[in-house]
Structures are given as C-alpha cells and as structure tokens.
C-alpha cells in the first residue's frame, strides 16, 4: 500500500513540474498573418472597404454632383436587379455550384407574368403567381438533376439556360407587351418600380425588396441550422452527410429558393423598364456571378457572406455611375471590373490558405 502511495505521490510530482504539454507552431504571427486570419473569419469585409474606398474617391473628384442623396439612391435603382439575382446566384455559389440559367429564369418569369395576364386574361395577381411558380419549378429541376442525378451543376444550367431562352422566345414570339399597356391595364406589374421620396432620396420598392431579401438571407445562413447546413454541403458534402446532414434536400430547398428569387427578379424587372421584353436582362448571369465574386463569396464553396454579393453589385454600380459622370468611356468600366474579379479571386486563394 505504501508502494502505491509512494508512485502516486511520484506521479503527481511529475506532473506538477511539467510546464508545456504541446505547443504549436503560431502561423499567424505578424500583421500580415492577423489580417489574412481577419479576412477569413470576415470575407465581407475586403468587399466593405473596396466600395467605401470607391465612394471616397468618386466623392473626392465629382464633389456634390456624386455626393448627393439623388446620385446614392440612383446607384441602389441601378443595382437593384443584379442585387436580386446576385443573392439567388450566391445561394449556389456557396453549396459549391454555379447557375447559369438565373437570368433566363428571370425573363421567362417575367414573360409569363405578361403573357398570362394580356393573351389570357388572368387577373394579374394570379399571373404574379404563376410565374413565381415557373420559377421555383425551373429551380426545383435544377436541383433535382444536381442531387440526385450528380450532373455538375455547370453543365446542367448551362443546358437549362438554353432551353429555357429558347422557351422564352418561343414562347413570347419575341413580342413585348408596352409599358403604356400595362400601366393602363395591369399596374400591378408594375408595383416593384412604385417610387417614394424620404428626404430628398428616391426609393423603389424594388430597392426596398433587395435590402430586406438580402438582410433576411443573411441572418438565415447565420442563425438558422439551414444555413449551416448550406455551408456544410458547401465545404465537403460528403463530410455533411456522414454528419447528419441531408445533401439532396438542402440542395433542392437551395435550388428552389434561388429559381424563386429570380422569378421575383423577373417582377421586378418589369417594374424597372416598364414594359415585358423577352430580350431585357440578357446578362443577369453574368453580372450576378461579377457581383458574387467580387462580394468575396469564394467560388469553391463554403465560405463567403451574401452581404458581400450586395457590395459586389454597389461596387460595380458606384463604378459605372462615376466613371459616366467623369466623362470616361465605358470600357474603362468593364477593364476595371475586370481587374477587380481577378484581384477578388487572388485574394481568395490567399485567404484559404489559412484553413489550409
């Protein structure tokens, strides 16, 4: 008994002397390493403090023709359909897919919306309706053929774009219905483009729409086991799914949710023109993914905030305004977005580097 007495009391002894049980080698050390740790737990904030270093200058070289409450306001009517279609593309973006087809789903929504309020006499809100519905549908098979069939998700809406820009004018005979017609016949069609002044600002409720969808997104992705659930099919979905997660039903509920928020894009796209053109948003895809890449949302998957594809998108419209008020030719816009996706891709690489 004294024995063992004698070998705990050594054991303790021992231990009480051992200062360091593992150390590890600190990879972050210096400001560099802060700031790329910073950027990563952060990704909105590169896209943050690009946009407020744009306003700055814009604001320093027009004065008050930029800096004014009528010029900040032009930028969010601007953006506002990007700023839509930009938050269905980075619901993808972030399950590690892309969706080429968002800016057909939108129009054709659009057309149905027309279409079946003018060559069927529907009432209008059913009509609305409707087309959301064709929306959520295209989405929802998009999803399907991505989680259950394991199509690449490029392939598959690179197909779906065409056939539903095909159905589109097919479908429409390439007719637009005027926007005297629907102002005279069915306003509420219009309702997204519906403007109203506080403090000398012009709002649309469209704009409304995009700031509230974006905010509501945003806390969804954050708060809720859905959103983890999106990052986590994002990061490695084989990982989710040994964990608990359903892949196939989070990807059907991301697909469909994004085909839903462009058919709501297609509303209010009629709201910002007027009229129902089946050739208007033609490079909604495009411009969504501009918005969500330069927002910081990575295109592997897993990491981003959707508050960055709203700055993504005002970045690019504080852009095009100032470079118009300047007087500058418009291809110095499109070289400079250039630059600005392949600098929003470079530092992506950075920064995964330290979960690597």
Known sequence: MSEANQSAQEFESAASRTETVAAFEDHRRGVLGRLQHLLHVNPSFVPLIVLVGAILIFGLLLGSKFFSPFAMTLILQQVQIVGIVAAAQSLIILTAGIDLSVGAIMVFSSVIMGQFSFRYGIPVPI????????????????????????????????????IVLATN????????????????????????GTKFSIGGATFTVGVIFMLALIFVLAYA???????RHVYAVGDDPEAAELSGVNVHRTLMSVYMLSGLI????????????GSVSPTSGQLANIES???????????????????????????????????????????WTFLLIGLLIIA?????????KVSG
């Open 127 to 162: 009509a609305v309706m409707c087309g959301l519905a064709v929306g959520t549908l295209i989405g929802a098979l998009n999803g399907w053929l991505v989680s259950r069939v394991k199509l690449p998700p490029f392939i598959v809406t690179l197909g779906m774009w065409q």
């Open 169 to 192: 004018f097919l479908y429409s005979a390439n007719e637009t219905i005027r926007s005297q017609d629907i102002e005279a016949n069915a306003p509420f069609l219009q309702f997204f």
């Open 221 to 227: 992705l954050k708060h809720t086991a859905w959103g």
């Open 262 to 273: 462009c058919a709501f894009a297609g509303w209010a796209l009629i709201g910002r023109i």
């Open 289 to 331: 993914i501009t918005a969500v890449v330069i927002g910081g949302i990575s295109l592997f998957g897993g990491r981003g905030s959707i508050l960055g594809s709203l700055f993504g998108a005002l970045i690019v419209g504080v852009f095009t305004l100032g470079l118009r008020l300047l007087g500058a030719d418009a291809q």
């Open 344 to 352: 929003a891709v470079a530092v992506d690489q950075w920064i995964r």
